[in-house]
């Protein structure tokens, strides 16, 4: 995620794109993502889960 899906990725993890569909918490998935770029901590896995789950709900028009 740090390499060439990372545009993809912010757009994603953006607080406020997360903020606006309200199913997981834009300040933990910030400072996850935060920590991961900074390379104080591997949180692939982590972000992974919600990087898909945001791109399958966008990817179908889907809202909560």
């Known amino acids: 995620l740090r390499g060439p899906l990372r545009e993809f990725a912010e757009e994603r993890l ?3 794109r997360l903020d606006a569909r309200g199913l997981f918490a834009a300040d933990v ?3 996850l993502w935060k920590a991961h770029l900074s390379g104080a901590l591997n949180a692939d896995s982590r972000l992974w889960s919600v990087l898909m789950a945001e ?4 990817k179908r028009n889907l809202s909560f």
């Open 14 to 16: 953006a607080p406020a």
């Open 29 to 31: 998935v910030a400072r």
């Open 55 to 58: 791109a399958w709900l966008e």
